[in-house]
């Protein structure tokens, strides 16, 4: 199996865990590293062949691994892909569809284990990390069974240093090793991300990046071993 490899959760929702994985991809891919990026399952996803596609989680994954959006690419990134923008069970229930986290951990171990000796695997969640993904699981069940290390997203929105220490602690009490945490800028934020970025990084005890609106990864955060 490959090293390193690491998970990307959220504070929230709609927080930056897509750009901040693209931009992670990019730095990679830059620095001449292997990588795959995957989204496992995503919500609020439309069909390959809408105009939107594009902008969703699983195309913008593919244009940072500079991979064409096909049937194969697609479903090699996000096999599990439901229509609704809601918690992942309830965008299946829509479909008429049900998600098991063993299939969904499976997958992503088969991935882990075929990746070549230098690839580096990044998983990108879904929502926030306690967002549901089953009937029974929450985002944080699929990152313990995963078994990999995290990266955690916030925003720099007034809440994000609350929700982001929650989350910081939330993985503490459960045992999942922490790499960093990456302020993305949130828009009409009332600080800076770099004054947000420091009150969190005063409390969490792990490195702590920024990354401004349309900027690229953070170059001071060591994420991979
Ligand atoms: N640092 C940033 N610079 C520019 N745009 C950003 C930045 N962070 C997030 N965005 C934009 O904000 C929106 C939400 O971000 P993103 O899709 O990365 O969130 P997410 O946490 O992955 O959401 P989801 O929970 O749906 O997976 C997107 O349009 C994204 O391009
Ligand atoms: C549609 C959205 N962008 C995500 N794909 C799903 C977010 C689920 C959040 C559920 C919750 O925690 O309340
Ligand atoms: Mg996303």
């Known amino acids: 199996m490959s090293l390193p490899a690491l998970f990307v959760v959220g504070a929230g929702t709609e927080i930056g865990k897509t ?3 693209a931009a992670l991809v990019r730095r990679l891919r830059e620095q001449g590293r292997r990588v795959r990026a995957l989204k496992p399952l995503a919500s609020g996803v439309p069909p390959l062949d809408h105009p939107d596609f594009a902008e969703s989680d699983t195309g913008r994954l593919l244009a940072a691994q500079g991979l064409a959006v096909t049937p194969e690419t697609v479903a090699a990134c996000s096999p599990w892909r439901f229509a609704a923008p809601l918690a992942p069970d309830l965008a ?7 998600l098991s986290l063993t299939e969904l951990v499976d997958w992503c ?15 990108e ?17 699929w990152l313990k069974s995963q078994k990999i290390p995290a990266l955690l997203v916030s925003g720099s929105y007034l809440g994000a240093i609350s929700h982001a220490l929650t989350a910081v602690e939330t993985l503490r009490a459960h045992d999942v090793p922490l790499t960093g945490i990456v302020v993305s800028e949130s828009p009409e934020a009332p600080t800076s991300v770099e004054t947000v970025a420091g009150q969190i990084a005063r409390h969490a005890g792990v490195p702590v990046g920024c990354l401004t609106r349309g900027g690229a990864f953070p170059a001071d955060l060591p994420v991979l071993g």
């Open 125 to 141: 969640g879904v929502g926030g990390l306690m967002s549901p993904i089953t009937e029974a699981a929450t985002g944080l069940d």
């Open 19 to 21: 750009y901040t994985t």
């Open 109 to 123: 171990r088969a991935r882990l284990a075929e990746a070549d000796a230098g690839e580096t695997v990044v998983i």
């Open 92 to 98: 299946a229930a829509r479909e008429g569809r049900s």
